[in-house]
């Protein structure tokens, strides 16, 4: 028979991760490759133009554009700081001069005679770009960036929102069915990438937020809760942006869902590693899943290292999670895969696949209602 696929989310306790890591502009590479770095450490560099500042020179100094330049004490190509006077009216018999100082400091780009403005070009701002992942730089990208590479133990979310941070791996909930409530936050928290159990709450997140957590990680967020925490309506959108002070990653759904036990598991496992968190997400063209990516240790070596699995497939064994009712967020192993559509509940045909759950039982559902938990 023909091999059957489906999307999935990837959980795994060993793969090869590779991070392309690039500067918006061309720039400087800081690193070689075949060099070791740590997740902070700054891979690339640049700087943007800085803010360009208008200045109607013409109108200040109530004269025509044409006779701008002549008043003009500061030249093209000069810098020029907070306070410095940039044109001088030749006055009266060397009196009623004006004097127009700078409020800005930077670089005068240009003096226009047809307009009578002036533009000065504010600081460079510098850009840089930090390795994410702890690994070894396996290629450079000349004068943008590098790739980096590491074996890292690995979970992708179903959502989430905040941009990339760090943090060692502390376990908030004693399992994964239980709930992230305020009272599992504490002090000692700071900087930590925090792992819940269900649903993570409003009122934790906000002690989260004051403690200095880096990130919490949980199965289920209710809506409500996500937009107190935003002070808006997300809507559909690129996740990632958001400037909450800490990210967030629901590894199930939304709702009052317990995380998958495997999931939680793996990250039990790693508590006190070091992790790198994304929460940017985006479901429609070009997925983009959150993730947390823990390195490890370069003596952690398995048969499995180096093996690749044809992403998407379906087969006997496989581990999936239910995503509709009346199963909705069971996981369980691929049973069978009946060549025929089958008819429905409702009267119509589809393709289906069997499951079995840890309980023994099997049930048969559409596989359009699956998604692959890959490993």
């Known amino acids: 028979m023909a091999n059957a696929y489906t999307p999935g989310l990837k959980v795994t306790s060993k793969m090869t991760s590779r991070a392309r890591r690039v500067l918006p502009i061309a720039g400087d590479v800081l690193v070689k490759?075949?060099?070791?770095?740590?997740?902070?450490?700054?891979?690339?560099?640049?700087?943007?133009?800085?803010?360009?500042?208008?200045?109607?020179?013409?109108?200040?100094?109530?004269?025509?554009?044409?006779?701008?330049?002549?008043?003009?004490?500061?030249?093209?190509?000069?810098?020029?700081?907070?306070?410095?006077?940039?044109?001088?009216t030749p006055g009266l018999f060397g009196m009623f001069r004006k004097d127009v100082p700078s409020k800005v400091a930077g670089t005068v780009e240009t003096i226009s005679n047809v307009t009578g403005q002036v533009i000065i070009r504010g600081e460079p701002l510098p850009v840089q770009v930090i390795a994410y992942?702890?690994?070894?730089?396996?290629?450079?990208?000349?004068?943008?960036?590098?790739?980096?590479?590491?074996?890292?133990?690995f979970i992708q979310g179903i959502f989430g929102i905040g941009g990339e941070t760090f943090g060692p791996v502390r376990m908030a909930c004693r399992s994964h069915q239980q709930e992230l409530t305020e009272d599992l936050i504490t002090e000692d928290m700071k900087g930590c990438v925090i792992v819940g159990g269900a649903r993570m709450h409003y009122t934790a997140i906000k002690k989260a937020m004051l403690?200095?957590?880096?990130?919490?990680?949980?199965?289920?967020?209710?809506?409500?809760?996500?937009?107190?925490?935003?002070?808006?309506?997300?809507?559909?959108?690129?996740?990632?942006?958001e400037r909450i002070g800490l990210t967030l990653i629901v590894t199930e759904g939304f709702g009052d869902i317990a995380m998958a036990q495997r999931s939680f598991a793996l990250l039990d496992q790693h508590q006190g590693h070091e992790a790198a968190v994304n929460g940017a997400t985006q479901i429609r063209a070009g997925v983009m899943r959150p993730e947390v990516v823990i390195p490890l240790a370069a003596a952690a070596t398995d048969k499995t290292a180096g093996q690749r699995n044809v992403a998407g497939l379906l087969e006997v064994g496989t581990m999936v999670r239910i995503i509709r009712d009346p199963?909705?967020?069971?996981?369980?192993?691929v049973n069978g895969l009946p060549p025929e559509p089958a008819v429905l509940g409702s009267g119509s045909k589809a393709r289906v696949l069997e499951v079995r759950f840890d309980?023994?039982?099997t049930v048969t559902v559409p596989r359009a209602n699956v998604e692959l938990i890959e490993s």
């Open 33 to 88: 490759v075949g060099q070791k770095v740590k997740a902070r450490d700054v891979v690339a560099q640049t700087f943007m133009p800085g803010e360009i500042t208008p200045i109607n020179m013409a109108n200040l100094l109530s004269m025509p554009p044409g006779d701008v330049p002549a008043c003009m004490l500061i030249q093209e190509g000069q810098r020029v700081n907070v306070g410095d006077i940039l044109a001088r």
């Open 133 to 153: 992942l702890a690994g070894t730089v396996v290629e450079e990208i000349p004068r943008e960036g590098v790739v980096i590479e590491a074996q890292v133990a």
């Open 211 to 241: 403690v200095g957590v880096a990130a919490i990680v949980s199965g289920g967020i209710d809506d409500s809760d996500l937009k107190e925490v935003l002070g808006y309506d997300l809507g559909v959108a690129i996740t990632g942006s």
């Open 327 to 333: 199963y909705f967020g069971l996981i369980g192993a």
């Open 359 to 361: 309980s023994g039982e």
